[in-house]
């Protein structure tokens, strides 16, 4: 064989071994175990604490029963109570723990209702600058049953 293909030959294995060793160390033990991925996630995700107790809980033992009908007739339906009033699990597994105050910023309204050219026209949309005179949304919009139903 020529020199030069020797040493070609040679730097070609070092790769290939120095490859599989790094491989061999950085690769998770459960790598492959389903599939193209590490066989613990699964576990793990599995582990994760239940933190969302969706809309209808609210409505369940009679606790926000009322509040929970008009919301369900309402614009609103299609945003979850949780969406507003952040994740309410422990809420209601306990009533004594008390869920965050939902966010009432003009700027969380506005991640859906500021006015921007990718938004389907028909969405209702504002203009944040001249609509509602800086003052709170829920200052005159009820956010659980949000006006022109
Ligand atoms: C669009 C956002 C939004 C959604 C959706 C929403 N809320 Fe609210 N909620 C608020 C805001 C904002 C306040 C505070 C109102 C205020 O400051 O006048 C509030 C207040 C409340 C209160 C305390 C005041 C009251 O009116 O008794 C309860 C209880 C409540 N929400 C429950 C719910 C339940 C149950 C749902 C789902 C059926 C829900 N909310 C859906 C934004 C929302
Ligand atoms: C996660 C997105 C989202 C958030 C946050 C949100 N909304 Fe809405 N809003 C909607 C959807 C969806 C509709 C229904 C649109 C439809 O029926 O075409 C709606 C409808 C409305 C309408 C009715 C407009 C009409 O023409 O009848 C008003 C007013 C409104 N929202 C105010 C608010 C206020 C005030 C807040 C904050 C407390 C808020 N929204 C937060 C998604 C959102
Ligand atoms: C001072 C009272 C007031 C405040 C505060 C206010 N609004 Fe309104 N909103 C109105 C009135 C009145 C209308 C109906 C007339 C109009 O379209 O301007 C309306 C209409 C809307 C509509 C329907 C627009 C459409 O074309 O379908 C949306 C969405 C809306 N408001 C969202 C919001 C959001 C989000 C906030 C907070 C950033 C807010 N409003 C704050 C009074 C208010």
Redesign the pocket.
């Given at each position: 064989m020529q020199p030069h293909l020797k040493k070609a030959f040679t730097l070609l294995a070092i790769i290939i071994i120095a490859f599989i060793f790094v491989r061999s160390i950085a690769v998770p033990d459960s790598f492959g175990e389903y599939g193209w991925y590490r066989g613990d996630s699964v576990n793990e995700l599995r582990n994760q604490p239940v933190e969302h107790a969706g809309?209808q809980a609210?409505?369940d033992v009679d606790?926000?029963k009322t509040?929970?009908s008009i919301?369900?007739e309402s614009r609103?339906k299609t945003?979850?109570?949780e969406?507003?009033?952040g994740p309410a699990e422990k809420h209601v597994s306990n009533v004594r723990i008390m869920p965050e105050?939902?966010?009432?910023s003009r700027d969380f309204?506005g991640l859906c209702h500021y006015k921007r050219v990718a938004r389907p026209g028909e969405f209702p949309q504002i203009d944040p600058v001249t609509h509602g005179e800086n003052l709170?949304?829920?200052?005159c919009h009820?956010?659980?049953k949000?006006w022109f139903v």
């Amino acid at each position: 064989m020529q020199p030069h293909l020797k040493k070609a030959f040679t730097l070609l294995a070092i790769i290939i071994i120095a490859f599989i060793f790094v491989r061999s160390i950085a690769v998770p033990d459960s790598f492959g175990e389903y599939g193209w991925y590490r066989g613990d996630s699964v576990n793990e995700l599995r582990n994760q604490p239940v933190e969302h107790a969706g809309s209808q809980a609210c409505s369940d033992v009679d606790c926000h029963k009322t509040l929970y009908s008009i919301w369900s007739e309402s614009r609103h339906k299609t945003v979850n109570c949780e969406t507003c009033h952040g994740p309410a699990e422990k809420h209601v597994s306990n009533v004594r723990i008390m869920p965050e105050p939902a966010n009432d910023s003009r700027d969380f309204c506005g991640l859906c209702h500021y006015k921007r050219v990718a938004r389907p026209g028909e969405f209702p949309q504002i203009d944040p600058v001249t609509h509602g005179e800086n003052l709170r949304c829920a200052y005159c919009h009820n956010p659980h049953k949000p006006w022109f139903v």
